[in-house]
């Protein structure tokens, strides 16, 4: 699936649209590209390192271009930087972690809720004119491509649990569900900080000027999720941890609208 949907789109290729002021503004003072650009850099290294270590030739192969693709957003990032002239902080290095598999767990399911919000908050900038048009249209690949990588990682995991013999499959599981409360835990504390200003996840369409109720914002996750993953292989695992916590909390969220 992941080689196969592939999308062979080049960065430098990009013809960034003029903005007027108002959507320069908006778009310059997101305060979350910094920690967008990091993100996609420390995934690529993450990924290249359980690529280098996966004995499976396709596998490699498919993990490889997922390292590919997320070094390819870090580049969109940072020519769009670049182009508007938005301000980041000083980069980190990347460096290879040490352990590649317990990393790619974390970065698997990192991107699982990340992802989940992401399509959300596309979907409320798309349909309030938050982005022009043309700025949508530039990262709506970048946006399917994260839910072309939770798919292939929720069947990756699902994949090694099965061909691990007994023990190592064992310990793999407690060690996914180790990474899961990581990330969880991790995005919450990330939530909770950014209520001291603008914000990313959680209730990142604040950020973006919406008015929408949490609840509202969460059903449109649970809508986005559903449309993008419905063009792929129904054989496929879908990644279900993160809408299904959504829909147990929703009846708590209160009112639709
Ligand atoms: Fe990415
Ligand atoms: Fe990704």
Not at 73 to 90: C, F, P, Q, S, T
Not at 214 to 237: I, S, T
Request: aromatic share 12%.
């Amino acid at each position: 699936m992941l080689l196969n949907t592939f999308d062979p789109y080049k960065p430098a290729a990009i013809d960034w649209p003029a903005l007027d002021t108002a959507s320069w503004e908006r778009l310059t003072g997101l305060p979350f590209w910094h920690i967008a650009v990091t993100t996609e850099g420390d995934a690529a290294a993450c990924m290249n390192a359980i690529a280098e270590d996966s004995e499976d030739p396709l596998i490699r192969e498919a993990i490889a271009l997922n390292a590919f693709e997320e070094q390819r957003h870090k580049n969109v990032l940072e020519n769009m930087i670049r182009h508007y002239g938005i301000r980041i902080g000083a980069e980190p290095p990347y460096p290879r972690p040490a352990d590649a598999e317990w990393a790619y767990l974390k970065t698997g399911y990192g991107e699982c809720f990340d992802s989940f919000f992401a399509f959300g908050l596309f979907r409320v900038a798309k349909d309030s004119g938050f982005f022009p048009p043309e700025l949508v249209e530039v990262f709506e690949p970048i946006i399917q491509e994260e839910a072309r990588h939770i798919l292939f990682f929720v069947n990756w995991r699902a994949y090694m649990r099965v061909h691990k013999p007994l023990l190592p499959s064992v310990i793999f599981t407690a060690q996914s569900v180790r990474a899961v409360l990581n990330r969880a835990v991790d995005r919450m504390k990330f939530a909770r900080e950014d209520n001291n200003n603008s914000n990313l996840t959680v209730k990142g369409h604040e950020g973006l000027g919406i008015d929408l109720t949490p609840r509202a914002f969460m059903e449109l996750c649970l809508q986005e999720n559903e449309r993008r993953m419905a063009r792929y292989d129904p054989r496929l695992v879908r990644p279900q941890i993160v809408p299904r916590f959504v829909r147990t909390l929703r009846p708590l969220l209160g009112r639709r609208s």
